[in-house]
């Protein structure tokens, strides 16, 4: 039997990963709508953890500080994200989900899921709960070479 740790498994799991990386994004982000990768992450943040400092965002999301003000800008420019000053100190804004912004929300997670139901449709329930089970093994794995903290993953964690 083949070593499933051998350079040949390893090289063909990372090319299909790649491969499924590249599909799902031409389908949730190329075909006319206007939110991109980083802009779908803060909008599933605000809208996963309710109202974040942009600091809290940057760090859920992985972009740096200014890149993570810009998107925050152009999303509340948008209207999908809404600035609120804090009743108690007044240096502290709040971001908020707007219903625009999780009613784009919304759309995209329903386009999500249909691409992976038809996807995944013709697939045992057995075989759907071993790749489930194997997908959960590999991002345990990264957490922890990774090191990140609970709060880095916040936006991933399901209620």
Partial sequence: ?????????????????LTIAYHLGRLFFTDGDSILPSKFFILLAVS????????QIAEQVGLSSSANTI???KLVKEGLLKRV????D???????????GQSVLDEMIGKRNRVFQSILEDF???????FLRS???I??????????????????IRE
């Avoid at 996963?48 to 600091?55: A, E, K, T």
């Avoid at 045992?124 to 071993?130: F, M, N, P, V, Y």
């Avoid at 345990?140 to 916040?154: I, Q, R, T």
Wanted: charged share 25%.
């Fill in 85 to 88: 000053k804090d009743k108690n």
């Fill in 90 to 100: 007044k240096r502290i804004c709040w971001i908020q989900i707007t219903p625009s």
């Fill in 139 to 156: 991002q345990d794995k990264f957490a922890l070479e990774s090191h990140e903290s609970p709060a880095a993953n916040a936006i991933f």
């Fill in 135 to 137: 997908l959960e093994s």
């Fill in 124 to 130: 045992s329930e057995a075989h759907l709960s071993i």
């Fill in 48 to 55: 996963r953890n309710g109202p974040c400092m942009i600091s």
């Fill in 1 to 17: 039997m083949e070593d499933l740790h051998g350079q040949d498994v390893v090289e063909e799991i990372c090319e299909t990963t």
């Fill in 71 to 73: 998107a925050v800008n």
